[in-house]
């Protein structure tokens, strides 16, 4: 088995990118608030996995490699299509669906079309999946002593301008990302949960398509290919992110300026101590971290190491890391093994060549 580590920071010079509704201390009622942690040492704003997996697949829908799923509603429930055959967003994202015995929901299936053959659901059961790409919440790797309060009107009419407020923070935020390669365009059919990916229908799917079977028949998989394809428009899809809130009056550049990855046999994280905030509160790369990452799982990790910084972002450490990389490239205490570091799309662009050509390894 093979799990994609991943670590990515973003630069918020001024920004307000996951609100949290009405800010219930504030002086007026017209106010709205951010995401926030709030602790003995401060607040950190954050950015919830929801939202940052929102902006992922709205900016991966746009790709023509890439094949988003239909949301269906019936009533207070809403479901992708669960066919993961289909559609790389429920293969990478996972889903769960389970039957509705309502009558209001046999209607609407039957208004939209859920009837047919392409989107019904095996009478009886319940198709989960456990999202192969896995997030954590972005959040600010210093604590703020409190949160900026914006004051603005609206006064685009005649009469008294209506005022209101907002929050905002200066930080930077960091995330860990992480993807099971194995578990990408693999879709089991057996009776536990988590892992029926599959039912009847979509079987006879599997079956007209060609898939080849694997683990003992328990389940199918898409072509090397098309499972390469999938995991690339993702990544390419982070390096490139776009979205959060009040972009209009904050333009928060949301893609990372810093990331860096590896691929090894554990689905433990590798990096998650490899950036911490100094005195400052500025990131500061621990790069003692990372060459202990690559000493200690020298046996375990199955690809290079890939930094992605851009140029004008911690300018001061690039030095160093660059140093501490060729290290890791050079000595056998660290395994020798390929080290990268470029802008954060040419990071994920030379970790996607070695995948390919590791791709009967990886995905194994």
Same mark, same amino acid.
């Given at each position: ?201 979509? @079987?006879?799917?599997? &079956? !007209?398509? $060609? ?5 003992? =028949?328990?389940?199918? /998989? ?105 290290? @890791?490239?050079?000595? &056998? !205490?660290? $395994? ?5 570091? =470029?802008?954060?799309? /040419? ?18």
């Amino acid at each position: 088995m093979a799990f994609l580590s991943g670590l990515l920071l973003i630069d918020c010079p001024a920004s307000a990118l996951n609100n949290a509704g009405k800010d219930e201390d504030a002086n007026t009622d017209n106010a709205t608030g951010v995401k926030a942690v709030k602790a003995k040492d401060g607040v950190y704003p954050y950015v919830s996995a929801q939202a940052f997996r929102y902006w992922l697949r709205e900016t991966v829908k746009k790709e023509a490699t890439w094949t988003a799923t239909p949301i269906f509603r019936e009533g207070k429930i809403a479901y992708t299509d669960a066919n993961p055959i289909k559609y790389a967003e429920d293969d990478l994202f996972g889903y769960m669906r389970a039957p509705s015995k309502k009558s209001d929901a046999a209607k609407k299936r039957t208004e939209t079309g859920l009837l047919d053959t392409a989107t019904s659901l095996e009478d009886g059961v319940t198709l989960t999946r456990h999202s192969p790409f896995k997030v954590s919440t972005l959040i600010s790797i210093a604590p703020l002593k409190e949160l900026t309060r914006d004051f603005g009107v609206m006064a685009r009419h005649e009469g008294d301008p209506v005022p209101y407020e907002h929050q905002l923070y200066r930080t930077t935020l960091q995330g860990l990302f992480s993807l099971d390669l194995a578990m990408t365009g693999r879709f089991y059919h057996i009776q536990r949960t988590g892992f029926k990916h599959l039912d009847a229908v979509r @079987i006879q799917l599997a &079956e !007209e398509m $060609g898939l080849a079977q694997c683990d003992d =028949g328990k389940a199918y /998989e898409l072509p090397l290919g098309q499972r390469l394809s999938r995991i690339a428009t993702l990544l390419k899809g982070i390096a490139t992110i776009n979205g959060g809130a009040k972009q209009a009056i904050h333009y928060t550049d949301v893609s990372p300026k810093f990331c860096i990855l590896a691929v090894a046999k554990g689905g433990n994280h590798l990096f998650s101590t490899s950036v911490t905030a100094d005195s400052k509160g500025k990131p500061e790369i621990k790069l003692e971290a990372v060459k202990e990452i690559a000493r200690v799982y020298k046996d375990e990790l199955l690809s290079g190491i890939y930094v992605g910084l851009s140029q004008g972002y911690l300018d001061g450490q690039r030095k160093e890391l660059e140093e501490a990389l060729r290290l @890791i490239s050079s000595q &056998e !205490e660290y $395994g020798k093994r390929i080290t990268f570091i =470029g802008h954060p799309i /040419e990071a994920i662009n030379a970790f996607l060549d070695e995948m390919g050509k590791e791709r009967e390894l990886w995905l194994s």
